[in-house]
């Protein structure tokens, strides 16, 4: 059932009668404000006329203020509130650049302007679809990733209900356009909004935008099903008026009330039910249905006893999905009998609610008619359960805003989804890196990757993908991958499939290139880290390899990883130590700490012997104070030792401040070198990288050779570990015009 767009009062000279519109839509939800919504349409129709008068014509060649007034229409229908209506209303200028969404928030409010940024990022997708593609997509798995990630986009529920209404307005107003604008609309809305519709539960949202997508991208089908409707339109009406008028005499003579109505089998769903069993039209049994709403699940029964008590049920054609709903939560009585004249006919029988909720999206939904492919991960379904819940309990209570504002969660998203340049969309693990997108497309190209390009825009191979974004690799004929790229500390990798690819193809390089490139990988990674004199044989034997040479050549093929191999230099050096692999070795010994230091903290001074008083014994949980003392550090006492109220009375300036705690995380001070080719910003940002790797910092020295135009930093910093000091100095080496950075020889021993 195809339906038109609804058109809007107007005035004698042709303009829209704004205060008549108005009137409609305070008919429809009388808590809206009149004034806000007036304003908003105002504010709209002038800067649509400011842009006509500098010939600046909008984009599709429709009036982005008739537009507005469509989409706002379509929201009132679904009572979403007043920001999201006033969102609808200034949507289409700001995306056709006639006025700027800062402007928009200045004068309706942040909110206003996030509802509507969110439709704009959605909007992202409509240029990432291929327009030719079969109605019966080969594609399923890359339609159902840009169906995630429009998901994965939405943080606002009412995000997706405007640009729902959007698209809505968008396929009806495509009518009169050319061809292929006509079928890449249809294509879009068919293949992305009207399954998230139908996700949504917003049933005759749906049912429309699948059949003017269907009208478009099946013309010949949708005409000759739409003609054989057509020709048997009259007397289905009689046929229907008939069985409804008998039908709602045995109700109510049952004592049963009933709302019976015809219902318009929809021209895309009858095309889909002959496809899909193998029927001719005349086989079709819905096409002659009607529905009966009645208040009661016992009358749901009630009333199919009726109907199978007047005419004779069809066998195996009833469905019963109150007590077994659908997937999407779907609720109802289907069954279909050889009515009156000896014609098929359907009926449907549901409660007032249960149509509700079929018709305006209250049913939570999962899988998409079954038609959908599971992607072993619960994420998306659990943010479709979420949206599902937000709607249903909007429509109880009434206020979709301040719901939305509560229930929000912030769960961070276990994929994210980008394009290729010819706008495919691929999944991706979250925190993914372009030479993992290179090799989720091909293994070549990967092993090929000498850079990327996101959006346009050179990036570094380690930069993290974020969803929406276009990705294209820059590879190179004689490409090969990088021994760097295996290191977990430079962050070029983060799947498993782009590390086994790398490791695979160096397996298969010559053993003696391998062993070349594992020793001077090894070898540069242990002068980084200041860990000298290491006796390769047998640093060998502690990874369980025969040789020295065996071990590089383990290293090469990536069947090695140099963490492993580092921690067990560090072990070398400090066997005392072999116990603890994480901890720093030749470090400077953390500052001394006394008995029961692990379960005091000493507020605002830092490390200081502390011992529990016998006068008072305090326990983990009652208040204490510290006593300072001479020579024995700080006594801990309760706060109602007599002892100490003497103390504090004689000594007040020895008291201190103390609390039950965890000591904080062992760190240990260690000396790094830099050297860079000096230039402005240097020092800013290797202290902006150490902040951003929480690290603290307890000495910098910087000095510039003007000669050679180099500067040598030394800094003295605190990290828990080798691990944390490896990635560190890797993080720190990436940086533009760093020679070399390493752990201090004079911090080793």
């Known amino acids: 059932m195809v339906q038109v767009r609804a058109q809007q009062p107007v005035n004698h000279d042709g303009s829209i009668n704004l205060e008549a519109w108005l009137d409609h839509i305070l008919e429809i939800d009388p808590a809206l404000d009149r004034d806000s919504l007036r304003t908003a349409c105002e504010f709209a129709r002038e800067v649509e006329r400011q842009a006509v008068a500098a010939k600046n014509i909008w984009a599709e060649g429709t009036s982005s203020f008739q537009t507005g007034l469509d989409i706002a229409q379509i929201l009132a229908d679904l009572r979403l509130d007043q920001e999201s209506l006033l969102a609808a209303v200034l949507y289409r200028a700001v995306r056709e650049g006639k006025v700027a969404l800062e402007q928009v928030s200045r004068q309706f409010g942040s909110t206003v302007a996030k509802l509507i940024d969110g439709v704009l990022r959605m909007a992202a997708i409509s240029t990432s679809l291929n327009p030719r593609q079969s109605l019966v997509l080969g594609t399923q798995t890359q339609v159902e990733n840009l169906r995630k990630m429009l998901v994965a986009m939405i943080d606002d529920v009412r995000v ?45 949202i749906k049912w429309e935008l699948e059949d003017l997508s269907f009208r ?6 949708y005409k000759q099903i739409a003609t054989l409707l057509h020709e048997r339109r009259l007397d289905r009406e009689r046929y229907i008026n008939e069985v409804m008028q008998q039908l709602r005499n045995e109700l109510t003579a049952a004592g049963i ?18 496809q899909r069993k193998g029927l001719e039209f005349s086989q079709i049994y819905d096409v002659r249905a009607v529905r009966v709403l009645v208040p009661e699940v016992r009358d749901c029964y009630t009333a199919l006893g009726i109907v199978h008590t007047l005419w004779r049920h069809i066998p195996k ?30 009926v449907q029988i549901r409660t007032e609610s249960m149509h509700e909720e079929a018709e305006l999206g209250v049913c939570a939904h999962w899988l998409y008619k079954g038609t959908d492919v599971n992607s072993g991960s619960n994420h ?28 929000r969660v912030d769960i961070e998203p276990d994929r994210v989804y980008v394009f290729t340049p010819d706008g495919h969309a691929i999944d991706l693990p979250n925190g993914a890196t372009p030479l993992d997108f290179a090799y989720r497309v091909h293994t070549e190209i990967g092993h090929n990757c000498r850079g990327a390009k996101v959006n346009g ?33 430079l962050g070029y990798v983060t799947t498993s499939r782009a590390r086994a690819k790398i490791v695979h193809w160096f397996k298969l390089q010559a053993r003696d290139q391998n062993v070349i490139a594992g ?63 994480l901890e720093l070795l030749s470090l400077r010994s953390p500052r001394g700490r006394g008995p029961g230091q692990d379960d005091i903290q000493i507020l605002g001074v830092g490390n ?28 801990i006492h309760r706060q109602d030792c007599p002892s100490v109220l003497q103390l504090a009375e004689r000594e007040p300036e020895r008291m201190i401040q103390v609390g039950w705690g965890h000591a904080p995380a062992r760190t240990y001070p260690v000396d790094v070198e830099i050297r860079a080719y000096d230039r402005a910003g240097l020092l800013r940002d290797i202290t902006q990288l150490l902040l951003n790797e929480k690290v603290n910092v307890l000495a910098v020295n910087t000095r510039s050779d003007k000669s050679d135009h180099t500067a040598s930093m030394h800094l003295t910093i605190e990290v828990p570990g080798m691990a944390a000091l490896g990635r560190l100095l890797a993080r720190i080496d990436q940086l533009p015009n760093i020679i070399e950075a390493r752990r201090s020889r004079s911090g080793a021993v």
């Open 457 to 489: 825009r050179i990036v570094p191979l380690n930069y993290s993908l974020q969803t929406g974004e276009q990705v294209e690799i820059i590879t190179s004929k004689n490409g090969t991958p990088s021994r760097d790229w295996l290191n977990p500390n």
């Open 380 to 407: 998306y379904e659990e943010k479709i359960a979420w949206l599902r819940q937000v709607l249903e309990w909007h429509e109880e209570l009434g206020d979709i805003g301040g719901l939305a504002e509560q229930l």
């Open 257 to 274: 009330e009933a709302d019976i109505s015809g219902r318009a089998k929809h021209i895309y769903s009858i095309w889909r039910k002959m």
């Open 160 to 204: 997706a209900l405007i640009k729902l209404a959007e698209r809505t307005c968008a396929i009806r107003a495509v009518k009169n356009a050319p061809e292929e604008k006509r079928y890449r609309v249809a294509r879009e809305v068919f293949d992305i909004y009207a399954p998230l519709a139908h996700r949504l539960g917003i049933g005759h």
């Open 317 to 346: 054609e009833f469905d019963d999905y109150i007590a077994n709903p659908k997937e999407n939560g779907y609720r109802s009585l289907h069954t279909a009998v050889i009515g009156p004249e000896g014609k098929v006919l359907e």
């Open 608 to 635: 200081l012997l502390t011992q529990m008083a016998g006068c008072c014994r305090p326990v983990p949980g009652e208040p204490i104070i510290g006593y300072i003392t001479q020579g024995r550090g700080v006594s």
């Open 216 to 221: 478009y991208l099946e013309p010949e089908q």
């Open 519 to 581: 020793k001077s990988y090894l070898e540069r990674e242990l002068a980084r880290l200041a860990l000298q004199a290491v006796d390769h044989e047998r640093l060998a034997e502690r990874c369980n390899l025969k040789t020295a040479e065996d071990m590089f050549a383990a290293l090469g093929a990536g069947d090695l990883r140099l963490a492993q191999v580092v921690n067990a230099a560090q072990q070398m050096l400090e066997p005392e130590r072999s116990d603890d692999p």
